[in-house]
């Protein structure tokens, strides 16, 4: 049984970092590419960024580049997404997603089969 676990998130205020961890069993990570999404209050999921299954390339929504970073750690079983220069707007519901292959790492949330339960990040101003 797949299960992810988001860690991380809390309170913090504009202009601080937080670093988000994602701690991967019941799969082989090597295996699937990782992603994260947020969601915010009254909003839907929107995609955050991604990363291939081997670490190499990455995908970020526009709003997050320069100031969000995602990596893995395969051996570990463990994705991260470090945050930076964090701003009111990005409070919200933070969700690690494991992809359906290795070979897509996108902001299509139908390519995700898993999902975790969330961490809420909030940033106050």
Request: proline share 2%; net charge positive; with cysteine.
């Amino acid at each position: 049984q797949v299960q992810l676990v988001e860690s991380g998130g809390g309170l913090v205020q504009a202009g601080g970092s937080l670093r988000l961890s994602c701690a991967a069993s019941g799969l082989t990570l090597s295996s699937v590419a990782m992603g994260w999404f947020r969601q915010a209050p009254g909003k839907g999921r929107e995609f955050v960024s991604a990363i291939s299954w081997s670490g190499l390339n990455t995908d970020y929504q526009d709003a997050v580049k320069g100031r969000f970073t995602i990596s893995r750690d395969n051996a570990k079983n463990m994705v991260y997404l470090q945050m930076n220069s964090l701003k009111p707007e990005d409070t919200a519901v933070y969700y690690c997603a494991a992809g359906s292959s290795a070979s897509y790492y996108g902001p299509q949330i139908r390519q995700y089969d898993h999902w975790g339960q969330g961490t809420l990040v909030t940033v106050s101003s």
